[in-house]
T-cell receptor
Framework: GDSVTQMEGPVTLSEEAFLTINCTYT??????LFWYVQYPGEGLQLLLK?????DKGSNKGFEATYRKETTSFHLEKGSVQVSDSAVYFC????????????FGQGTILTVHP | GAVVSQHPSWVICKSGTSVKIECRSL??????MFWYRQFPKQSLMLMAT?????????EQGVEKDKFLINHASLTLSTLTVTSAHPEDSSFYIC????????FGPGTRLLVL
């Protein structure tokens, strides 16, 4: 079945540091890939997505590229801010984005001033 | 736009009682809603897919008689945990689909 594996956290960085959160997946066919973010006390929000190989999703300075050859969708940001502190979830959907989602375990990110 | 609410945000109940959790799409209509369960420091696990006007589709291993789902309108789905026990204590999250999934803030259930 489908599965998503994220790097284990928590991740602690200083402000303006470079961020990478690794995500690899196993799926049949050609899934769509997503990164969701959960800020403290709030629901999950879609951060970015990519629907086919080599697509790059980007939002709020975050980027992730759909790599079919390595079955990966790593999240990166060049300079993190304190406000980026949150839990980040990698997810895939074997259908359209409103289909069922399979989530990774989540990575807690804490950014210090 | 695309706001999803859940009520209550947290609930404590005695073992053996039933608890109803509401999920509402506030500014859009959602044919499909999803219910997830999240254990501490773990990922979200899909419990069921709820389609308006039809029976919910449950994931393997989820007891449909224990977790009753009703999706009576395009803006409301409810999850009822029947005869709750301490092992049902968890964080329950719903989402509603409008091109993408929009998530509610979650409901924390503690069964004593």
């Amino acid at each position: 079945g489908d599965s998503v594996t994220q790097m284990e956290g928590p991740v602690t960085l200083s402000e303006e540091a470079f961020l990478t959160i690794n995500c690899t997946y196993t799926a049949t066919g050609y899934p769509s890939l997503f990164w969701y973010v959960q800020y403290p006390g709030e629901g999950l929000q879609l951060l970015l997505k990519a629907t086919k190989a080599d697509d790059k999703g980007s939002n709020k300075g975050f980027e992730a590229t759909y790599r079919k050859e390595t079955t990966s969708f790593h999240l990166e940001k060049g300079s993190v801010q304190v406000s980026d502190s949150a839990v980040y979830f990698c997810a895939l959907s074997s259908g359209t984005s409103y289909g069922k989602l399979t989530f990774g375990q989540g990575t807690i990110l804490t950014v210090h001033p | 736009g695309a706001v999803v609410s859940q009520h209550p945000s947290w609930v404590i109940c005695k073992s053996g009682t039933s608890v109803k959790i509401e999920c509402r799409s506030l500014d859009f209509q959602a044919t499909t809603m999803f219910w997830y369960r999240q254990f501490p420091k773990q990922s979200l696990m899909l419990m069921a897919t709820s389609n308006e006007g039809s029976k919910a589709t449950y994931e393997q291993g989820v007891e449909k008689d224990k977790f009753l789902i009703n999706h009576a309108s395009l803006t409301l789905s409810t999850l009822t945990v029947t005869s709750a026990h301490p092992e049902d204590s968890s964080f329950y999250i719903c989402s509603a689909s409008l091109e993408t999934q929009y998530f509610g803030p979650g409901t924390r259930l503690l069964v004593l």
